[in-house]
């Protein structure tokens, strides 16, 4: 498991500056953030234009690198995602530490959660940064640790886009 502060690192990046609305742009942030571009393949949804972009990124702290996609609409950078943790195994205590200290470390910087998440036993916790959405998710039965960075508006386009197309 990387170090929690490491990772609050990446996320500290991440929202710094405005989200990316262009190619120049997405490949800065890609710099700040250390990666370099990795494997493309359709992301899991069946809108062809949604494309996912695969990547190991070295802490730099001496941990394991942490899985992360990047999802694209329409050449437009979507949302980020880090796979801390992906498993099925029995919950870990690790795990559930890490957690604890990226909550504490994002209260520390940003204060209370500012986005209500019900029904999840308190193991989802979403923070909105200079118009930036951070979604920390842990599911305590497998041990799974997640963590999304969106920008608010351009994800509202998307499910906006998503409910108008939708074959229901």
Not at 3 to 28: G, T
Not at 137 to 165: P, W
Request: proline share 7%; glycine share 6%; net charge negative.
């Amino acid at each position: 498991m990387p170090q929690p502060e490491a990772i609050v690192d990446l996320v500290e990046i991440a929202v710094r500056h405005p989200w990316p609305k262009n190619q120049s742009e997405k490949d800065a942030l890609l710099k700040r953030l250390g990666w370099g571009h990795g494997m493309k393949s359709p992301a899991n949804t069946n809108d062809a234009r949604d494309i996912a972009d695969h990547f190991h990124l070295e802490t730099g702290d001496d941990g394991p690198p942490i899985f992360a996609t990047s999802r694209e609409l329409d050449g437009l950078m979507e949302s980020i995602h880090l796979q801390l943790r992906l498993d099925s195994a029995l919950p870990d205590p690790q795990t559930t530490q890490c957690f604890d200290a990226i909550l504490s470390q994002l209260t520390d910087l940003h204060g209370e959660p500012t986005i209500p998440w019900h029904g999840q036993r308190g193991l989802r916790k979403m923070w909105n940064v200079n118009g930036i959405d951070i979604d920390v998710t842990y599911n305590d039965s497998r041990s799974s640790l997640t963590i999304c960075i969106q920008d608010e508006r351009f994800f509202a386009e998307v499910e906006a886009y998503a409910r108008a197309n939708s074959r229901e």
